[in-house]
C-alpha cells in the first residue's frame, strides 16, 4: 500500500480501496470538469461533454411546465417530514398503471409488485445484492452501459460475465438469436469451468450504448436460455419509452420495445415470470433525473422482500414521490409529454444522424435511447499500440483517440468502458441541448481530417504522437492548455 498523503490518516477497507480501480469512466467526467463547457454565447470554444452524459435536454418547457402546476398544489413545508421508504401507495398504483398501459406485461402488475429506491443505480447495486452472493456471477451481453460493472461489484463482490455477440445487431435481431444464444451458453460454461456460480443475466433494453431494441424472439430465447439453467433475467429498462419507429440500412423495420413482462410462463422451459424482473425509472424518459427515482418491478415476493429490508439504505424523499405521483398519475400530462418527448427524439437523431452521413462517419442505426454506436475504427492506424483496455498502464488506440477528440473539444464515450469487444467504438449522445449533437459532430469530423491530412503532409505513416501536436497546432486556440491540464489529470487515472 502506498503512501495516502498523511501518515496520521488511517487507511480505508480493502474493499473500499479496492472501487477506486473501478468506475474509470467517472475519473474521466471528473477530470473533464475543470475545463470551460461549451456555451454558443459564452464558451463557443468550450468542450462538447452532452455526447458523452445521458442527458434528456429535450423537453424543457414541458418540464418547466409541470413543476410550475405542480407548485401551485405543493407546500414545500410537507416536503420536510419523513416520507415513505419505498414508494407511498398512491405511486406505486400510479407506477403500476402506467406500466400496465405501456409495457404490456402478461398480467397486470399490482402495486405490490413495485419497490422504489433513489435511482435505478441504488438498484441496480440492490438487486444483485439480493441476487447473487459475493463471487457468484452475474451474465451481460456486450457492449453494454458503462456503469454496470461498477454498479454491480462496487458493494455485492460480484463477478461479471461478459457475452460478446458479434456482429453486435445479432443480439437484437430474430435472425441472430442462434448466434445470441451460442454465445451465452459458451460463456456460461466458461464461467462454470471456473468455478462460478452464475445467477443472473442482465440485459439492457433499448441498448445503452448501441441505441437498439431487443426483438421479442431474443427476449424469449433469452428467457428460455436462463429457464434452462436457473437464472434470473433482469432488464433495465429505464429508456423503454425512448425510442421511434425506423429502419436499418437495408430497409428493414428496427425492433421496438417489448418487455420482459410480457414474457409469458413457459413451464417446460423453465420460464417462470417470478425469475424475469424489471428495472424502470423517471431519470430517463421523464428526463427527472434529479428526483432519483427507481422503480424494481418483480413479481417474486421473496426478492421483494429481501430488497424491502434494505430500502433503508435507499429511502425516498418526499418531495420527490410527491411529485412524481402528481405528474404520472395524470395520463393526459404523460401523454402529452411522450408524444412531444418522442418526436424530438427522432428529429434529433434524424439530424445527427444526417451530419454523420455528410461527415463520413460511420454509425449503427439505432431508434432506441439517446445514442448511436458510432465506429472510429478506420482512425485507428493513426496511432500506436494496442486494443482493449490495458493491463500495463498504457493507453489502447481507442484511448488515445478519445484524448485526441477531447483536444479537438468532444468528449464521447470509449466503446471499451461499455466492454465492447471491437475496438474504435465511441458511444455519442444526440439529446443535448440546442444544436450541440450536430455541432459535436462537426468537430469529430475535422479532429479525423485533421490525423489524416496531418499524415499525409508528413508523409509519415508511423505515429501519430507527431501527428497530433501537428494537428493541435492548427485549431486548437486558446483552450489547448485547460485540456492539457485536464488530460493530464486523465492520464493520471
Ligand atoms: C442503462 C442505464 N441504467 C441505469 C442508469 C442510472 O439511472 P438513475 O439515474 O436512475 O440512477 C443509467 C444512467 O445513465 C443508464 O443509462
Given at each position: 500500500m502506498g503512501d495516502n498523503g498523511d501518515s496520521r490518516a488511517l487507511w480505508p477497507s480493502q474493499r473500499g480501496l479496492d472501487n477506486l480501480q473501478r468506475g474509470r469512466q467517472m475519473d474521466i467526467s471528473q477530470a473533464l470538469e475543470d475545463i470551460t463547457p461549451y456555451d454558443p454565447v459564452k464558451a463557443p470554444h468550450g468542450i462538447i461533454t452532452s455526447p458523452?452524459?445521458?442527458?434528456?435536454?429535450?423537453v424543457p418547457e414541458l418540464l418547466e411546465k409541470y413543476a410550475q402546476r405542480f407548485g401551485r398544489t405543493y407546500q414545500l413545508k410537507d416536503a420536510l417530514g419523513y416520507g415513505s421508504v419505498a414508494g407511498p401507495e398512491a405511486m406505486l398504483k400510479a407506477v403500476s398503471q402506467f406500466i400496465n398501459r405501456k409495457f404490456e406485461p402478461v398480467r397486470p402488475i399490482k402495486h405490490k409488485d413495485i419497490l422504489t429506491t433513489n435511482?435505478?443505480?441504488?438498484?441496480?447495486?440492490?438487486?444483485?445484492?439480493?441476487i447473487c452472493d459475493s463471487g457468484e456471477g452475474i451474465m451481460l451481453p456486450t457492449p453494454t452501459y458503462s456503469m454496470y460493472e461498477h454498479d454491480l461489484c462496487a458493494r455485492s463482490g460480484l463477478k461479471v460475465i461478459p457475452v460478446s455477440v458479434c456482429p453486435v445487431e445479432d443480439q437484437f435481431r430474430s435472425e441472430?438469436?442462434?448466434?445470441m444464444i451460442a454465445a451465452f451458453s459458451e460463456a456460461y460454461d466458461k464461467a462454470v469451468e471456473s468455478g462460478i456460480v452464475v445467477k443472473a443475466v442482465l440485459i439492457c433494453n433499448p441498448n445503452n450504448p448501441v441505441g437498439r431494441f431487443y426483438s421479442r424472439k431474443s427476449l424469449t430465447e433469452i428467457a428460455r436460455f436462463c429457464g434452462k439453467h436457473r437464472l434470473h433475467l433482469i432488464s433495465d429498462e429505464i429508456f423503454a419509452m425512448s425510442g421511434f419507429e425506423s429502419t436499418d440500412r437495408n430497409g428493414g423495420k428496427l425492433d421496438n420495445f417489448t418487455s420482459v413482462l410480457s414474457i409469458p410462463e413457459d413451464k417446460e422451459s423453465g420460464v417462470f415470470t417470478e425469475n424475469i424482473h424489471s428495472l424502470y425509472g423517471a431519470s430517463k424518459d421523464f428526463a427527472m433525473g434529479g428526483l432519483r427515482l427507481g422503480f424494481l418491478i418483480t413479481r417474486n415476493k421473496q426478492l421483494w422482500q429481501t430488497c424491502r429490508r434494505i430500502a433503508l439504505f435507499t429511502w425516498l424523499t418526499s418531495f420527490s414521490t410527491a411529485f412524481f405521483t402528481w405528474f404520472i398519475s395524470n395520463?393526459?400530462?404523460v401523454d402529452e409529454y411522450l408524444n412531444t418527448f418522442q418526436r424530438r427524439l427522432k428529429q434529433a437523431y434524424l439530424k445527427t444522424s444526417e451530419a454523420m452521413d455528410k461527415h463520413g462517419i460511420p454509425y449503427l442505426q439505432a431508434n432506441g435511447g439517446f445514442f448511436i454506436f458510432i465506429d472510429l475504427s478506420g482512425w485507428l492506424q493513426y496511432f500506436e499500440g494496442t486494443d482493449g483496455p490495458q493491463q500495463d498502464g498504457k493507453q489502447s488506440r481507442e484511448e488515445q483517440l478519445c484524448r485526441y477528440m477531447i483536444k479537438k473539444g468532444v468528449y464521447a464515450i470509449m466503446g471499451e468502458l461499455?466492454?465492447?469487444?471491437?475496438p474504435g467504438r465511441f458511444r455519442?449522445?444526440?439529446t443535448g441541448r440546442g444544436n450541440e449533437a450536430v455541432i459535436a459532430v462537426g468537430r469529430i469530423a475535422n479532429a479525423l481530417k485533421e490525423l489524416h491530412y496531418s499524415e499525409k503532409e508528413s508523409g509519415d505513416t508511423s505515429t501519430c504522437n507527431s501527428e497530433l501536436s501537428k494537428a493541435d497546432k492548427i485549431s486548437v486556440g486558446k483552450l489547448t492548455s485547460r485540456f492539457s491540464r485536464a488530460l493530464q489529470k486523465f492520464n493520471c487515472i
Open positions: 458523452s452524459a445521458a442527458d434528456n435536454e429535450l435511482g435505478v443505480t441504488s438498484l441496480i447495486d440492490m438487486v444483485a445484492y439480493n441472430g438469436c442462434s448466434k395520463d393526459k400530462f461499455s466492454m465492447s469487444t471491437e455519442f449522445v444526440y
